[in-house]
């Protein structure tokens, strides 16, 4: 026959050694917090609080902020309306509605291209999937907006809003696509990435 041991049930407490644990738990972590803030205030111990906005706060060269869309030299938009970067979005949020051009090199354009930005988680995918450099995510964080706004970003805004000085051509070369990777040269590939990041724009004036 199995024996199986059960704990002991709790002891029962009154309710001024239940109210004394409360008080002094709380007690204790208001005393944590204000020994901090004295120190703090006396200089013995470094803030790490930013005043923004006063003082900017300073990311990574590899921040994913605010998107952006690249012109091509002659200033037209760069992207071709492929949706390869709708389509491999995880949050689904660009939207595009593709249009015929003249120019027999590019075929399409972009008629409507949306981002919805509360969906968007910046995981960078859509910039990764463009072949032709169109779509970037820029150094900008500030992101506000007034009650009612519809959080979508428009093609116009995309591009020529006031934070990208005229617009951003891109620094590849036209046409230029990714490089084919063949299964015979797996072994002694570098897989650092030579795509061009922030500090890599030039601006058009």
């Avoid at 709790?10 to 738990?25: L, R, V």
């Avoid at 399409?108 to 990764?128: A, S, T, Y």
């Avoid at 506000?144 to 005229?166: F, I, S």
Wanted: hydrophobic fraction near 35%; aromatic fraction near 12%; include cysteine.
């Amino acid at each position: 026959m199995a024996v199986i041991k059960v704990a002991l049930p709790p002891k029962e407490q009154s309710a001024f050694s239940i109210g004394w644990g409360y008080f002094y738990s709380i007690s204790k972590g208001l005393m944590y917090t204000l020994g901090i803030f004295f120190e703090q205030f006396l200089g013995l111990r470094k803030s790490n609080t930013v005043e923004w906005p006063e003082v900017p706060a300073t990311y990574g060269e590899r921040f994913k902020g605010k998107h952006f869309l690249t012109r091509r030299d002659d200033g037209k938009i760069r992207c071709t309306a492929c949706f390869l970067c709708a389509t491999a979005c995880p949050a689904q949020c660009i939207h595009i509605e593709a249009g015929q051009t003249q120019d027999k090199e590019v075929e399409k354009f972009p008629v409507r291209f949306e981002i919805d930005i509360l969906r968007c988680v910046f995981c960078g995918f859509c910039e990764e999937a463009c072949p032709v450099d169109a779509i970037r995510l820029g150094p900008e964080y500030a992101m506000v907006g007034e009650e009612g706004m519809k959080w979508v970003y428009t093609k116009d805004y995309l591009t020529d809003r006031r934070e990208l000085n005229n617009g951003i051509t891109s620094v590849k070369e036209e046409n230029t696509k990714h490089e084919l990777i063949h299964t015979d040269k797996l072994t002694n590939i570098n897989y650092e990435s030579d795509a061009p990041h922030g500090g890599q724009h030039k601006h058009q004036h």
